[in-house]
């Protein structure tokens, strides 16, 4: 159980195009989402935190107008990558809490590849 | 607040040897804790965790870790490496189930290298 499934797992788009990025949770409801963006050998660095039905809290740093995030309902979240530049080719990763708190962990997405050219 | 340390970016053994991936934390309340493994260009796979029950946690793929209170420490432990452990290891601190924005906060990661 607590399977999310982000889609697409790589991408590749010109220089100027917008890029969406998919999180969904398979088995169950996420009230909370996160989108993490990882530079390579990083750590995962927090973008936003998503709840259902309200506006994304992003982190400071974050451009909103840049990276929209969208949770329209209790098993998908939308990232929105605009106007993508080389600089925002990145590793990004969704991750997903269950209703009912932090002990029941946070499931983590496979992960998005995006290479802008 | 909340912090974590991982105190070795690479960590070096050979198959059949005993793994040790060293985390600390510091926590202004009782945490949650969480391993987390990734292998390259994969998401984050959840290997185990402690939500303050047993203080010696049994994972996936013989991996276990224990709590403990007085060192502040959530080490990652596994008696034997095999080559397919190779990975990316994360140790995560969120706060406790009451209250908290429980973001979660991630420590730098340790590449677990495994020599044939």
């Known amino acids: 159980g607590a399977v999310v499934s982000q889609h697409p797992s790589w991408v590749i788009c010109k220089s100027g195009t917008s890029v969406k990025i998919e999180c969904r949770s398979l088995?169950?409801?996420?009230?909370?989402m996160f989108w993490y963006r990882q530079f390579p050998k990083q750590s995962l660095m927090l973008m936003a935190t998503s709840n259902e039905g309200s506006k994304a809290t992003y982190e400071q740093g974050v451009e909103k107008d840049k990276f929209l995030i969208n949770h329209a309902s209790l098993t998908l979240s939308t990232l929105t990558v605009t106007s993508a530049h080389p600089e925002d080719s990145s590793f990004y990763i969704c991750?997903?809490?269950?209703?009912?708190?932090?002990?029941?962990?946070?499931?983590f997405g496979s992960g998005t590849r995006l290479t802008v050219v | 607040a909340q912090s974590v340390t991982q105190l070795d970016s690479h960590v070096s053994v050979s198959e059949g040897t005993p793994v040790l991936l060293r985390c600390n934390y510091s926590s202004s309340y009782s945490p949650s804790l969480f391993w987390y493994v990734q292998h390259p260009n994969k998401g984050l796979q959840l290997l185990l965790k402690y939500t303050s029950a047993a203080t010696l946690v049994k994972g996936i793929n013989g991996f276990e870790a224990e709590f403990k209170k007085s060192e502040t420490s959530f080490h990652l432990t596994k008696p034997s490496a095999h080559m397919s452990d190779a990975a990316e290891y994360f140790c995560?601190?969120?706060?406790?189930?009451?209250?908290?924005?429980?973001?979660?906060?991630f420590g730098r990661g340790t590449s677990l290298i495994v020599h044939p």
């Open positions: 995560v601190v969120t706060p406790p189930m009451i209250g908290g924005s429980y973001i979660p906060t």
């Open positions: 088995d169950f409801q996420a009230t909370t």
């Open positions: 991750s997903a809490r269950m209703a009912g708190g932090a002990n029941y962990g946070y499931t």
